[in-house]
């Protein structure tokens, strides 16, 4: 039978009691609903042990196991090594056109549009930044 | 089966966390009956069933180590197979075809004379129960875990699992008021 009718419906006309005949034997000292056991199908255990077996077929080896870290470490020390030969190459590249002071090549060196202005009045040359 | 003698449940353990497949089986033989037991309550077909045993059994094996021995090691493999049933039925988008706008309340009557009703009638029933009644159902009536519990579980309000427990409820009633009819 499925369920057809709405709450309301079961609430209007309630369906005869019976609820306490199953409260009694759940309630029981020996809960034999709660404790009820089955024999399982004969291939269950077929079936298990496949999965198993195919489980530990999949699952990478101990070595694996044991280099996975070694090798994320490795990856993170290489993450650093560049990251920080990066900032250094950097600092050494903008201490270079500081050295240098040369509009026309911090232009050149650096990504940075720039607009030069010669001031032929103070014989000074102007370096703007173009606003991306 | 074939279990003439069975080691304890420390020695099993204990064979299946070195990969004993011996020991495995052992272990499966020992517990078996009950967690299918189990799983008869909370599918609703022996396909199912058989499913959850498996998986079930499989995450046991997997999680072996996980396991404190400062509870019941039986207890602990119960969870296991309730949790398993419950992602069973999740997965199949299966549990919550309800309202849960609507509130239970249908009141407990008078204990009528009828045919005593035996457990495996009351499995009966359970294994015919849509599905979120049966679940809700098994959590709590037969389990004992809380509506607050179940809630977690089975990630729903508090609410809907006791709504789906009326339900759950007064479809039981009917089916037996009508088995003793047609008895009658």
């Known amino acids: 039978m499925e369920w057809k009718n709405t709450l309301a419906e079961y609430q209007a006309a309630p369906p005869p009691n019976a609820w306490n005949e199953i409260e009694k034997i759940l309630h029981q000292e020996e809960n034999s609903v709660y404790h009820h056991s089955a024999i399982p199908p004969n291939e269950s255990w077929e079936a298990i042990s496949t999965k198993l077996s195919s489980r530990e077929n999949n699952h990478p080896s101990r070595t694996i196991n044991w280099l996975r870290p070694a090798l994320r470490y490795a990856a993170m020390v290489s993450f650093l090594a560049v990251a920080i030969t990066t900032v250094v190459n950097n600092s050494f590249r903008n201490a270079l056109i500081e050295s240098i002071q040369g509009p026309g090549i911090k232009a050149a060196l650096t990504d940075t549009p720039y607009i030069i202005n010669i001031d032929s009045g103070k014989n000074k040359i102007q370096v703007k930044q173009i606003p991306r | 089966m074939p279990s003439n003698h069975l080691p304890n449940d420390h020695d099993l353990i204990e064979g299946c966390l070195l990969g004993n497949p011996v020991m495995q089986k ?35 094996f997997v999680n072996l180590s996980k396991y404190l021995a400062t509870g019941s090691f039986e207890g602990w493999m119960r969870r296991i197979f309730v949790n398993t049933a419950i992602e069973h039925y999740r997965k199949k988008n299966q549990l919550y075809a309800i309202n849960e706008n609507q509130e239970e309340n249908i009141p ?21 129960l849509p599905n979120g009644y049966r679940t809700v159902f098994n959590l709590f009536a037969v389990e004992g875990y809380s509506h607050k519990e179940i809630a977690t579980m089975m990630n729903i309000s508090e609410g809907t699992s006791k709504s789906q427990y009326a339900r759950a409820k007064a479809w039981l009633q009917e089916k037996i008021g009508n088995r003793n009819q047609d008895k009658a």
Do not use: H, T, W
């Open chain 2, 108 to 128: 407990n009557q008078e204990i009528s004379a009828l045919d005593e009703l035996a457990a495996e009638d009351i499995i009966k029933l359970i294994s015919e």
């Open chain 2, 26 to 60: 052992k272990l499966y033989e020992k517990y078996a009956p009950k967690m299918y037991g189990i799983c008869l309550r909370y599918a609703a077909n022996g396909e199912d069933a058989k499913d959850i045993l498996q998986d079930g059994f499989v995450k046991v």
